[in-house]
């Protein structure tokens, strides 16, 4: 192996390292938010669970805010892809609106660590601080995506507004799913499916009639 491609491997090896310590550092971030808080899990909880100094941390993310927001854009990022698959894969008699509804308590079902996160970033959002703005330009693009999956619906026959739609699906979905989880814990609502998805159709029925069709 001559030195370019030594050179090459080693640099190789260096990139997986910090891509390994990045993740390591955000699930452990992820965990620790859901079982603490963001508010109470610090940056000395995150780096003494994933084994790493504080210097490492700051390496990669310049505060607890920026790992915080780093996590709702994943998150945000995988519910969206779940979404749109979930309509590619829609049968023919599946609405688009119910689709998105399903992909929706299937994600936070799978991922509840997410759904605590999101329902605190949320609060956060609240705060006259710097990463209130953040965050909110962060959720402010989950649902000017979430209103453009919502748009064909409402082009064969809806009426009213898309992106109240899209509010409406995200806020009554991770609001009803949050609540049941602090009350009643994680494996009491995944057996719950069923009456989720009844439960979220029949609520937002009023706003999407006259705005769903077929998919």
Same mark, same amino acid.
């Given at each position: 192996?001559?030195?370019?491609?030594?050179?090459?491997?080693?640099?190789?090896?260096?990139?997986?390292?910090?891509?390994?310590?990045?993740?390591?550092?955000? $699930? #452990? +971030?992820?965990? =620790?938010?859901?079982?603490?808080?963001?508010?109470?899990?610090?940056?000395?909880?995150?780096? %003494?669970? /994933?084994?790493?100094?504080?210097?490492?941390?700051?390496?990669?993310?310049?505060?607890?805010?920026?790992?915080?927001?780093?996590?709702?854009?994943?998150?945000?990022?995988?519910?969206?892809?779940?979404?749109?698959?979930?309509?590619?894969?829609?049968?023919?008699?599946?609405?688009?609106?119910?689709?998105?509804?399903?992909?929706?308590?299937?994600?936070?079902?799978?991922?509840?660590?997410?759904?605590?996160?999101?329902?605190?970033?949320?609060?956060?959002?609240?705060?006259?601080? $710097? #990463? +209130?703005?953040? =965050?909110?330009?962060?959720?402010?693009?989950?649902?000017?995506?979430?209103?453009?999956?919502? %748009?064909? /619906?409402?082009?064969?026959?809806?009426?009213?507004?898309?992106?109240?739609?899209?509010?409406?699906?995200?806020?009554?979905?991770?609001?009803?799913?949050?609540?049941?989880?602090?009350?009643?814990?994680?494996?009491?609502?995944?057996?719950?499916?069923?009456?989720?998805?009844?439960?979220?159709?029949?609520?937002?029925?009023?706003?999407?009639?006259?705005?769903?069709?077929?998919?």
């Amino acid at each position: 192996m001559d030195d370019e491609a030594k050179s090459k491997a080693s640099l190789s090896r260096v990139e997986r390292r910090k891509a390994r310590t990045n993740r390591r550092l955000l $699930e #452990v +971030a992820r965990r =620790l938010f859901s079982e603490k808080g963001i508010y109470w899990a610090t940056v000395e909880d995150i780096t %003494e669970s /994933a084994d790493q100094g504080k210097g490492t941390f700051y390496k990669y993310f310049e505060s607890k805010d920026a790992i915080i927001r780093a996590l709702l854009e994943e998150g945000l990022g995988e519910l969206e892809a779940k979404t749109e698959q979930a309509l590619r894969d829609a049968d023919s008699g599946l609405t688009t609106m119910s689709s998105i509804i399903e992909a929706r308590v299937d994600f936070f079902l799978d991922h509840l660590d997410f759904l605590l996160l999101f329902h605190q970033a949320r609060g956060m959002m609240q705060l006259q601080v $710097e #990463v +209130a703005k953040d =965050l909110r330009d962060v959720y402010d693009g989950h649902l000017r995506r979430l209103t453009q999956l919502v %748009e064909p /619906a409402m082009e064969m026959g809806g009426s009213g507004s898309a992106r109240e739609v899209a509010t409406a699906i995200a806020a009554y979905t991770s609001g009803l799913l949050t609540y049941h989880v602090l009350f009643e814990g994680a494996e009491g609502i995944r057996r719950r499916r069923d009456y989720f998805l009844r439960t979220l159709q029949g609520s937002l029925s009023p706003i999407l009639e006259n705005s769903d069709g077929s998919h």
